[in-house]
């Protein structure tokens, strides 16, 4: 049995506790309900995005990585990045989290 929260329960999580503390939370794309992969874009006023989404570990564990960053002097290869990732995975959730220190509601 698999004891994953679904997915749009844990995006639902994620944007209700950092709008709650201050920040913005909102969806980019919606993936599939109960399945769909969680991709989380952090950021803080706009600036400085990081994507983080789940990488397996050799544990048997899923723990959120930084997988890219938005680079200043390209600012739209971030985003044509997601583009991408939403054309190959349409089950893909796309979230954005912009405050302080927005790492603090996806790691441990």
Known sequence: MDARLPAHLEVSG???RIN???GFG???SKG???AGTILAVLS????DARLYERMPDLDGTRAWRC???QDPENPFEFQEYLDRRKQQDPDVWIV????ADAE???LP
């Open 26 to 28: 909102t969806v980019l």
């Open 20 to 22: 709650g503390e201050g």
């Open 14 to 16: 994620l944007i209700r």
């Open 67 to 69: 997988s890219r960053r």
């Open 32 to 34: 599939e309900p109960d």
């Open 96 to 99: 954005e989290l912009d405050g």
């Open 44 to 47: 803080h006023n706009g600036r």
């Open 104 to 106: 603090r509601f996806i």
